[in-house]
């Protein structure tokens, strides 16, 4: 039976957040702080992980249920919280992916290592799941799309910095500080629409121009992939970390692409299966008014100057034309095609393919349309690398070596 987040319970209960992106959910933990909710985003890493994932989780669901289910068994068993008043929340999209179902396999974990008394919320904007504790509030929803706004830049920037910084660890910690300068906002009620935005925006793509950089000719590598394991480095096994280690600046596709993507289907669905006329209106019109916030945020890049300007949405989707049609749709769907063909549009066109192993809709939209995106784009190197319990570190850093030797062979010859 499932256990309810109660309004008491709001009072006196830690909610644990799973990590998806470290830069995107530090913001979206601070929304659920600003809103009256004690919120904890966990950090744990380490071999126990998995290893409380495959414990409770069967080894035929996709590694990524594995890890964030692993994950949250393990904080609750290192002994940090009080079992009796912590929580959970995870995300249920209500679509065909399998993530659909990691909430009830999150309970039905909890139940096997006898915590059934751990309420499990659903964050998810289909009314699926209720809670009388818990509700997303207009105010949460904008502060979180903004969140999510300004974790794509810091991303971006702070990918375009890092491998160029003279003095190592100031574009980390530049983030850290605009972290906690946005948090701040947030609790005030401020920064996260129209002027405000614009300005913060500005001043964060100012402030990372001014760190002092050496450009040297360096192998850029983009990351694609099922939306977890592209941007988890509890996934990817720290993929951007080492990828830099070997010298390399490398470009993440922004979060916001997704969600763009997610709100784009239902105009699709209007038109492939006559899904309702009026709900389609007011998704194209919701979609304008986000574009707006995507125009902002690529017009204070494009001022500095001295940064890669990340794609548009619509650029993405047009790239994509004639080479995965627009109804394929589950999980990322043929967004993931049209990322790679970003990607090499933008110059980055050494990509690594991560997708967990038995992940169908990933193996189609990903393994299975490299050669569609190659023969579009016969410069690109793809190399797709299969995470799984199994898979050795030592494997896929070494198939991720090979696709950089190639990517440096290349560099080498277009410099003579």
């Known amino acids: 039976m499932a256990i309810?987040?109660?309004?008491?319970?709001?009072?006196?209960y830690t909610i644990?957040?799973?990590?998806?992106?470290?830069?995107?959910?530090?913001?979206?933990?601070e929304v659920f702080v600003n809103h009256g909710y004690k919120a904890i985003l966990l950090e744990n890493q380490g071999p126990n992980v998995i290893r409380e994932g495959l414990k409770y989780v069967h080894n035929d669901i996709c590694y990524p249920a594995q890890l964030v289910i692993g994950q949250m068994i393990d904080a609750l068993k290192n002994g940090a919280y009080d079992l009796q008043k912590t929580a959970l929340v995870i995300t249920q999209t209500g679509g065909g992916c399998r993530a659909s179902?990691?909430?009830?396999?999150?309970?039905?974990?909890?139940?096997?290592?006898?915590?059934?008394?751990?309420?499990?919320?659903?964050?998810?904007?289909?009314?699926m799941e209720k809670n009388p504790g818990f509700k997303l509030s207009m105010s949460m929803l904008l502060q979180?799309?903004?969140g999510f706004i300004y974790g794509d830049m810091l991303?971006?920037?702070?990918?375009?910095?890092?491998?160029?910084?003279?003095?190592?660890?100031?574009?980390?910690?530049?983030?850290?500080?605009w972290n906690v300068f946005l948090s701040d906002k947030f609790a005030n009620n401020s920064g996260y629409i129209g002027w405000a935005m614009k300005k913060n925006l500005n001043r964060i793509a100012a402030d990372f121009a001014k760190i002092e950089?050496?450009?040297?000719?360096?192998?850029?590598?983009?990351?694609?992939?099922?939306i977890y394991m592209k941007y988890s480095p509890l996934g990817n096994n720290n993929l951007q970390q080492f990828l830099e280690e070997q010298g390399c600046e490398v470009m993440v596709p922004s979060m916001m692409g997704f969600l763009y993507y997610g709100v784009d289907n239902a105009v699709m669905d209007r038109k492939y299966y006559g899904r309702r006329y009026f709900s389609a209106k007011m998704t194209q019109f919701a979609l304008k008014q986000l574009f707006k916030v995507e125009k902002m945020s690529i017009e204070a890049i494009k001022k500095q100057k001295c940064f890669t300007v990340p794609t548009t949405y619509l650029k993405t989707k047009e790239l994509d034309e004639g080479v995965l049609d627009y109804g394929?749709?589950?999980?990322?769907?043929?967004?993931?095609?049209?990322?790679?063909?970003?990607?090499?549009?933008?110059?980055?066109?050494?990509?690594?393919?991560?997708?967990?192993?038995?992940?169908?809709?990933?193996?189609?939209?990903?393994?299975?349309?490299?050669?569609?995106?190659?023969?579009?784009?016969?410069d690109a190197n793809i190399v797709p690398i299969d995470y799984d319990p199994s898979a050795t570190h030592v494997?896929?850093?070494?198939?991720i070596k090979l696709m950089l030797s190639i990517a440096k062979e290349k560099l080498e010859d277009n410099s003579h």
């Open 16 to 29: 644990l957040l799973p990590n998806m992106s470290p830069v995107h959910f530090e913001l979206v933990k």
């Open 101 to 127: 179902n990691y909430l009830f396999l999150l309970r039905k974990a909890l139940e096997k290592c006898g915590m059934e008394q751990i309420p499990v919320i659903s964050l998810n904007l289909k009314g």
């Open 395 to 399: 494997n896929q850093e070494n198939r």
């Open 155 to 177: 991303m971006a920037l702070s990918n375009q910095v890092r491998p160029y910084e003279v003095h190592k660890g100031d574009a980390d910690a530049l983030v850290k500080k």
């Open 144 to 146: 979180a799309y903004s």
């Open 4 to 12: 309810p987040f109660t309004k008491e319970m709001k009072k006196d």
């Open 328 to 378: 394929v749709k589950m999980g990322e769907g043929w967004l993931l095609t049209a990322e790679m063909l970003e990607l090499v549009h933008s110059g980055y066109k050494n990509i690594v393919c991560t997708q967990p192993f038995g992940c169908l809709p990933n193996h189609i939209c990903a393994k299975g349309m490299i050669r569609a995106v190659t023969e579009r784009a016969p």
């Open 213 to 226: 950089v050496k450009r040297v000719s360096k192998i850029k590598v983009g990351i694609v992939g099922e």
